[in-house]
């Protein structure tokens, strides 16, 4: 059974840090693109970065580049955010996601198979 569990996220004011973790198990997911989404209240969920297990490569939305760093441990199984220099906007309960990698990055929710239950992130100004 796949599992999908995160964890790190809580209240922090603007200009703050949090790390979330995601951490893996019931499958080997080295041909796997793990990403991260986030859904404010009343909004869609939307994408934030992906990272491919295998490569290391990554894509980020343009609102957190230079702010979020996706990374991955292999030993550990668990994938990362790192998220500084916090913005209220940030404020969102955030999701790690799964699907086979196919050679392209998709941005979309409908494409990811694998979800976990998602943790909350507030961000106070």
């Known amino acids: 059974q796949v599992q999908l569990v995160e964890s790190g996220g809580g209240l922090v004011q603007a200009g703050g840090s949090l790390r979330l973790s995601c951490a893996t198990s019931g499958r080997t997911f080295s041909n796997y693109a793990m990403a991260w989404f986030r859904q404010a209240p009343g909004k869609d969920r939307e994408f934030v970065a992906v990272?491919?297990?295998?490569?290391?490569?990554?894509r980020y939305v343009d609102s957190v580049k230079g702010r979020f760093t996706i990374s991955r441990d292999n030993a550990k199984n668990t994938v990362y955010l790192q998220m500084n220099s916090l913005k209220p906007e940030d404020t969102a309960v955030y999701f790690c996601?799964?699907?086979?990698?196919?050679?392209?990055?998709?941005?979309?929710?409908?494409?990811?198979?694998?979800w976990g239950q998602g943790t909350q992130v507030t961000v106070s100004s």
């Open positions: 996601a799964a699907r086979r990698h196919t050679g392209t990055y998709s941005y979309t929710t409908t494409s990811y198979g694998d």
């Open positions: 990272i491919n297990w295998n490569t290391g490569n990554t």
